[in-house]
């Protein structure tokens, strides 16, 4: 039976080597950011100068989708508003019909994993090829990925050494640098034979339509310039004023995704091709994407539209090191999809995801943008709480605070508890609650309650 909810899909991976693969990579990436911030004595300030960038935007973001649409299309590219997968598939599809494609090749973009745009074009009859490495892996392995930075976090060297070995007939390894290498002769004529390049954008900027896609490999680059259509795909929420601000975004995503000073490459393309260049493309498609988002941007986790998703908050979350991407369901893993998904969804089929979180608040922390993640979290529950009212909890609140405010009944659930802590918990721990109180001992024992309560103790002792 094919998993539904967060927690049946956790329980597959809990404990699993794809788990334990995730929890020490993601560890390793969240010391790296660490080590990073602690070398940039101005990096809490520019967090502060990334969060007013990023909500200044998000307040204004029709005025700027309206400036940046203009600018790319004086610059000749063609601007296509989607309001859904359906519509942003529909048109890329068009596109690469009329422009004769018959191969494409795509730089990492989550976003077109969120509309499954692979599916849709090669369902028209395009071959599409991922270029990153990571995608490339998880493409081969008809997985999908499992961190917004690192798709195959939670893959060995040892099974992408049997994955490559298997798909493209060589030999065995597992040194990394003869993987890499094993990519970089498979893939590049590929690059050189494509008739379109698909990106999403790390940013757009408004004023001057420039599209930027950061990566720590050359494949962003060859992806956007070789072919002939380069087409990207974006959130409409991707957008920053102007170059200045691109400046500030820069400096806060390397060091907080992977503990770069700055990644390997940012490819800035401004425009197709223009008469004199030496390369670039022919034809640039730029497709604005809502897909829910403008919902959110009216909710009361529209603060979420602010994530430039680096990745920080999945590093430091302890649910996601310990049960991995896949167990969220949707395209985004960890605290930031715990608010994007069910806040984007029409149909409210993620109300578990909410849940999936300790509260503990290492997400803001790490977050480049001071997001509230945790306050949004709270607030989703609440808004699902009321809606469905959760059968048990709420009168089980209800009970507790009518306990809690009545001195007689408080003192008679104490003596209850200490009963119960002298007949259940003789070892100090309770193994297992009875009915939904069982899902906290499923996973852990108990605290004993103590066999005299305090108030108790404090009347036979106060005097001495």
């Not at 091709?273 to 730029?286: A, N, T």
């Not at 997400?363 to 709270?378: H, K, Q, S, V, Y």
Request: glycine share 12%.
């Amino acid at each position: 039976m094919t998993p539904v909810t967060f927690r049946e899909r956790a329980k597959l991976d809990i404990g699993t080597p794809k788990a334990r693969a995730n929890d020490v990579a993601a560890r390793r990436l969240a010391s790296h950011r660490e080590e990073a911030a602690s070398q940039f004595s101005g990096f809490e300030e520019m967090r502060d100068r990334a969060r007013q960038i990023r909500l200044h935007t998000l307040g204004r973001l029709d005025n700027y989708l309206a400036e940046f649409a203009d600018s790319v299309e004086r610059l000749g590219g063609k601007v296509f508003f989607a309001g859904d997968a359906a519509e942003a598939n529909g048109y890329v599809c068009d596109v690469a019909a009329r422009a004769g494609v018959r191969s494409a090749v795509k730089v990492k973009s989550m976003v077109t994993e969120e509309i499954e745009l692979n599916h849709a074009l090669e369902q028209a009859g395009v071959t599409v090829v991922e270029t990153d490495l990571g995608e490339f892996i998880v493409q081969l392995s008809g997985d999908r990925p499992s961190h917004i930075i690192a798709p195959v976090l939670h893959k060995t060297r040892q099974e992408i050494g049997r994955l490559f070995e298997q798909k493209l007939g060589i030999g065995y390894t597992d040194e990394p640098v003869e993987l890499n290498e094993i990519a970089r002769r498979h893939l590049r004529p590929i690059f050189l034979g494509a008739d379109m390049g698909i990106s999403g954008a790390n940013f757009g900027v408004a004023s001057t339509g420039s599209i930027v896609t950061v990566t720590n490999e050359g494949n962003g680059r060859l992806s956007t310039t070789a072919p002939r259509v380069h087409v990207v795909v974006m959130g409409m929420e991707r957008l920053v004023p102007g170059p200045g601000d691109l400046t500030v975004m820069l400096e806060v995503l390397a060091r907080s995704g992977t503990g770069q000073r700055l990644s390997a490459y940012t490819n800035i393309v401004t425009g197709p091709r223009r008469p004199g260049d030496p390369d670039g493309p022919d034809e640039l498609h730029v497709v604005i994407l809502d897909n829910g988002r403008s919902r959110v941007l009216g909710s009361s986790a529209s603060e979420i539209l602010g994530c430039i998703r680096c990745g920080a908050c999945l590093n430091v979350c302890p649910v996601y090191r310990t049960v991995g991407g896949h167990a969220y369901g949707g395209t985004y893993a960890g605290p930031v999809g715990s608010v994007l998904t069910p806040a984007m969804a029409e149909d409210g089929g993620w109300s578990d995801l909410p849940f999936a979180s300790t509260l503990c608040g290492a997400c803001r922390d790490a977050c480049p943008i001071r997001i509230d993640i945790p306050g949004m979290l709270t607030a989703l529950r609440s808004e699902l709480i009321g809606e469905s009212g959760f059968g048990w909890l709420r009168p089980g609140l209800s009970a507790y605070s009518r306990a809690a405010t009545n001195p007689t009944l408080w003192r008679a659930f104490l003596a209850a508890g200490s009963v119960f802590g002298r007949t259940v918990g003789r070892t100090g721990w309770v193994e297992k609650l009875p009915f939904h109180a069982g899902n906290w001992t499923e996973r852990r024992d108990l605290p004993a309650p103590a066999a005299e309560s305090f108030h108790s103790w404090w009347r036979h002792n106060r005097g001495t």
